[in-house]
């Protein structure tokens, strides 16, 4: 039963508000002065107060003062004569929730509680919300023991907290998107908004209008003006993902934010002041791109301010069971199934595996597996991918149990990777390096479950 404490000299009004607040449901502590009144709250805190101003010993001013110190998220509500809003403002300015002046109906004072009580519960509800989004988007939801990672976690954690813009490189499905949101949970901005665009998904002018926002009429589809991503970010982050795919004339408008932290809707005449963080992310190599001038080079250098690279899921296979089971638990919780472990062969398939599509394959081929499985461990026939075997020399003797089409769709998957891997993500250039057709590559990478946009 929630409590209010209710403060005033007159026994009558004391009495009527303390019957009217009963029928509510709350719990009603009644004080007739300043020191009673400090005796009630000194016994604990009390999540509402309704005060009259004038007291034989003081006054409620004094009240609402002592109680937003000792406790800030207090309903103070504040009762005064007819004649005095001078003072009701005063009240408002030092925290007060809203006042009433005698005589007030009871229904004014009902709606005055319940208004203030909504409010206090909305407010708790998005510190909740607040504090889920830390919990869900800081550092807990990557999951990794080896080396790299413990080193990556390390290092945001040490940049977080500082405003300067960050650069995570890394292939796809490494998890590039998390390690932002990891950067904004645990900076100062991780109670402002976190806003991310795919710069690979949009058009150079609806980017642009994406970014910038537009006033209304100026292009055919505008029929209002809208805010761009850098205002909805302002105070907050903003994450370009695969900022390696934008185009020329959108790098030169973004250096020009990023350097006068302004901005211009299109169609617009003013300029928009922008207080934003921005993170960037890609999985080609920029400095690539910028000897080829096909990515400015004074952008490349404003946005690698910070670097850090994911590392491919690959180069740490003691990460994948831990991985492999975070992924189980989810699913398994998600589709209702009694599915508690991996087999041993199983597992030992997910580890020798070379996962081109990183992070983000493993994830599909665990929630595929889960949804699949009818017993309470995943076998190996629920797995999709062949797993190569273990390399063999010329010389070296076959051992049994040796597969030779295991062995062959290994190879080829490794040599899918380290093409796209060498070709910096474009895949005409590993269609060159390994002399396939673009349609034979688009088959290969089919077969062997890579991401489409590694």
């Not at 209710?6 to 029928?23: A, F, Q, T």
């Not at 502590?29 to 805190?45: E, H, M, N, T, W």
């Amino acid at each position: 039963m929630q409590k209010i404490l209710v403060v005033d000299d007159e026994p009558s009004m004391r009495e009527l508000l303390g019957i009217m607040l009963r029928k509510e449901g709350f719990e009603v502590l009644l004080a007739d002065s300043r020191a009673s009144a400090a005796a009630q709250l000194a016994k604990g805190p009390v999540p509402m107060v309704i005060t009259d101003v004038k007291l034989p010993d003081g006054d409620g001013i004094e009240i609402l003062r002592h109680v937003k110190a000792a406790s800030p998220e207090t309903i103070v509500i504040v009762m005064t004569a007819f004649g005095s809003t001078q003072t009701a403002v005063a009240a408002l300015k030092l925290g007060a929730h809203d006042y009433l002046i005698k005589p007030f109906d009871i229904e004014e004072l009902r709606i005055v509680v319940s208004n203030a009580l909504e409010k206090q519960r909305l407010q708790e509800e998005n510190l909740l919300l607040k504090a889920e989004f830390r919990t869900r988007h800081g550092l807990d939801r990557m999951v990794g023991v080896s080396p790299s990672m413990a080193a990556l976690f390390e290092l945001v954690r040490s940049v977080a907290p500082t405003g300067s813009t960050v650069l995570v490189t890394g292939e796809s499905g490494t998890g590039k998107e998390l390690v932002a949101k990891a950067t904004h949970a645990l900076s100062p901005r991780r109670d402002a908004a976190f806003v991310s665009v795919n710069c690979a998904a949009l058009s150079e002018n609806l980017l642009e209008s994406e970014l910038f926002g537009h006033m209304k009429g100026s292009f055919t589809d505008a029929h209002q003006t809208k805010k761009g991503l850098f205002e909805v970010a302002h105070r907050g982050t903003l994450f370009l993902d695969e900022v390696g795919e934008t185009p020329p004339s959108m790098q030169v408008k973004l250096l020009r934010a990023l350097q006068e932290k302004r901005i211009r809707r299109v169609g617009g005449t003013d300029e928009v002041e922008v207080d934003v963080r921005l993170i960037a992310a890609t999985n080609r190599p920029l400095e690539a791109l910028v000897q080829e001038r096909r990515f400015r080079e004074d952008l490349f250098y404003r946005l690698n301010v910070i670097p850090i690279h994911v590392p491919p899921l690959r180069s740490r296979k003691e990460d994948i069971p831990l991985l492999a089971e975070h992924f189980l638990s989810r699913f398994a919780r998600e589709m209702g199934k009694a599915v508690s472990r991996i087999s041993t062969e199983a597992m030992d398939r997910l580890v020798r595996y070379p996962w081109p599509g990183n992070v983000r394959e493993l994830e599909n081929v665990i929630e595929r597996a889960v949804a699949l499985e009818t017993s309470n461990i995943i076998l190996p026939e629920r797995l999709p991918m062949a797993t190569p075997a273990p390399s063999v020399s010329a010389t070296e003797p076959l051992s049994e149990g040796f597969s030779l089409d295991d062995h062959l769709r290994g190879v080829e998957a490794d040599l899918v990777r380290r093409a796209l891997e060498q070709g910096g993500g474009d895949r005409a250039a590993a269609c060159r390096l390994l002399g396939i057709s673009a349609r034979s590559l688009r088959y290969l990478l089919e077969k062997h479950r890579a991401a489409p946009s590694a």
